[in-house]
């Protein structure tokens, strides 16, 4: 079913006054011997797991490449989805493991396909094929070896549109750099600035500097945002901070400490998307949606401290519909 794309952006170029927001080749060899020596510690994490003898890491996953939906998606920002749609791969597991996680299907790694690396190059000339504007790396940090080696064989298979990385920025920043000149638009989280958040909500205490760190990374590679004639994001850098009921004080250190940092180095996505999973049903704030005096108050901060360059959603909160299936779409041959 077609959703609506629900977010608005303004640019200094298209904004109307007063409504401000209306609107490699790298060292791969880097990032397997993190793997091979001593298990995996591709993220900061560091758990050691010894994930090519196929145990399971902090992450939910083995070495095995596992791949829960690949599609066409319209949600994201206009600049990545534009009219066709972003070609958005999902890949099972995730080292950060959020107490509230909005794709909790797959981010345990038990949902989702193991394919091999040729089939993902397959994978991402198939959505260049359906017309995607990019190709979406959703949340692949825990799979880095294999997903560049799939970049680079598409690439020299015919691979011509954007490569999106979509990450919760909790990444090392020796990993980012195998994907130097493989990824042109970074699309991170910055989830929390204050560690007692992070520890309280994804257990990772130093979330807040290893993001911090990651974001600074991804800025050095793509440092000026870059459009091509349709507005599509063909370079640079959108950082998603994901307001979180009853916490506009930590959103709005995110968006200072972002815009004070990068000014227009980059874009601020403000989201009010949040949905209570299962899993928080009984937490007062984690248990509600984000109220719209909450969304309001971080959008008329942003303003006030001069954003210009930021996306803000449109409409009331989000409902679980706006969360896709991962029933393995695009994802085997055969499909
Ligand atoms: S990617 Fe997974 S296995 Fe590797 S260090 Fe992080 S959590 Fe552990």
Redesign the pocket.
């Known amino acids: 079913m077609e959703k609506p794309n629900r977010f608005s952006q303004n640019t200094r170029a298209d904004r109307k006054e007063p409504d401000r927001f209306r609107g490699s080749n790298a060292p791969d060899t880097e990032a397997e011997g993190h793997a091979a020596a001593g298990g995996?510690?591709?993220?900061p994490?560091?758990?050691g797991?010894d994930?090519i003898a196929g145990k399971r890491?902090?992450?939910g996953v083995s070495w095995k490449l596992r791949v829960a939906r690949a599609a066409l998606h319209m949600w994201e920002e206009p600049c990545i989805s534009g009219r066709e749609g972003s070609g958005a791969v999902f890949f099972s597991g995730c080292?950060l493991g959020c107490v509230y996680c909005q794709n909790r299907e797959i981010s345990h790694g038990e949902r989702g396909e193991e394919i091999s690396v040729e089939r993902l190059g397959e994978i991402f000339l198939e959505l260049q094929r359906q017309k995607a504007n990019n190709i979406n790396l959703v949340t692949a940090g825990?799979y880095l070896p294999q997903v560049c080696d799939a970049l680079k064989l598409a690439r020299s298979q015919g691979l011509v549109i954007p490569v999106v990385y979509n990450s919760s920025a909790y990444e090392k920043v020796e990993s980012l750099r195998c994907l130097e000149g493989l990824v042109d638009v970074y699309l991170p989280d910055f989830k929390y600035i204050s560690a007692d958040l992070s520890e309280k909500y994804s257990r990772a205490p130093d979330y807040p500097q290893a993001a911090m760190a990651a974001i600074r990374e991804m800025v050095r590679q793509r440092p000026r945002p870059q459009f091509d004639g349709r507005g599509i994001m063909t370079s640079g850098v959108i950082v998603r901070h994901l307001l979180l009921p009853g916490h506009v004080r930590e959103a709005k250190k995110i968006v200072q400490y972002l815009h004070e940092t990068y000014g227009e180095q980059i874009y601020i996505s403000m989201m009010n998307q949040y949905t209570p999973m299962a899993a928080v049903a009984g937490d007062a704030l984690l248990g509600r949606r984000v109220t719209k005096r909450e969304y309001a108050r971080l959008l008329a901060f942003a303003e006030e401290i001069g954003v210009e360059q930021g996306f803000y959603q449109e409409g009331g909160t989000a409902a679980e519909s706006f969360i896709p299936e991962f029933g393995g779409q695009g994802v085997l041959s055969d499909n």
């Open positions: 995996c510690r591709l993220c994490r560091e758990c797991a994930r890491g902090r992450c080292p825990h």
